[in-house]
T-cell receptor, first 114, second 114 residues
Framework: AQTVTQSQPEMSVQEAETVTLSCTYD???????LFWYKQPPSRQMILVIR??????QNATENRFSVNFQKAAKSFSLKISDSQLGDTAMYFC???????????FGDGTTLTVKP | EAQVTQNPRYLITVTGKKLTVTCSQN?????MSWYRQDPGLGLRQIYY???????DKGDVPEGYKVSRKEKRNFPLILESPSPNQTSLYFC?????????????FGQGTRLTVV
């Protein structure tokens, strides 16, 4: 079974600064997908970024980028130029292709301070 | 507009009174899933469905039932709710399980069992 660990229950960052959220996972699979989801106070779950394990290049979406270290089973999220609207809970998630089960971490609550 | 719709958004019920939380998606997605979110536990998968008439257990299926008679609908049924099922529930769908893409989440259903 897969496990996903987010070791930082809470983090804060000043507006315009950079913050990194950590995520580690455990799997024996070679092909899989990793996701970061954002859950703002509205509770809506929003996909932030996705990484395919077979791709060595780290995924990037505007101010959001990941540092994917497959051998270390690490998948951290970097948010650059933090904005007040980035305040949310962030979940790391793992999924295998052609398999219905997904595994989420416990979440990291990020507060961006003005 | 592409969306996943859950109903109701809020529900307070009594122990043992059967209830159904509906979930409908308008994107012709093959894959649908139910999660519960509890403080400190992240999102835990209850059941998922890879296609019509194909459902399988997630990590916490006890006390829940699902059905997938049509592609667009995936209701969650609590035959005899208990207080430990008080939680925030999310339904999600995505296009294909073969290539996990963005999962679209519903708005969430806050269930309280007294």
């Amino acid at each position: 079974a897969q496990t996903v660990t987010q070791s930082q229950p809470e983090m804060s960052v000043q507006e315009a600064e950079t913050v990194t959220l950590s995520c580690t996972y455990d799997t024996s699979e070679n092909n899989y997908y990793l996701f970061w989801y954002k859950q703002p106070p509205s509770r809506q779950m929003i996909l932030v970024i996705r990484q395919e394990a077979y791709k060595q290049q780290n995924a990037t979406e505007n101010r959001f980028s990941v540092n994917f270290q497959k051998a270390a089973k690490s998948f951290s999220l970097k948010i650059s130029d933090s904005q007040l609207g980035d305040t949310a809970m962030y979940f790391c998630a793992f999924m295998k292709p052609n398999a219905g089960k997904s595994t989420f971490g416990d979440g990291t609550t990020l507060t961006v301070k003005p | 507009e592409a969306q996943v719709t859950q109903n109701p958004r809020y529900l307070i019920t009594v122990t043992g009174k059967k209830l159904t939380v509906t979930c409908s998606q308008n994107m012709n997605h093959e894959y649908m899933s139910w999660y519960r979110q509890d403080p400190g536990l992240g999102l835990r998968q209850i059941y998922y469905s890879m296609n019509v008439e194909v459902t399988d257990k997630g990590d916490v299926p006890e006390g829940y039932k699902v059905s997938r008679k049509e592609k667009r609908n995936f209701p969650l049924i609590l035959e005899s709710p208990s207080p430990n099922q008080t939680s925030l529930y999310f339904c999600a769908s995505s296009l294909s399980i073969g290539l996990p893409t963005e999962a679209f989440f519903g708005q969430g259903t806050r269930l309280t069992v007294v």
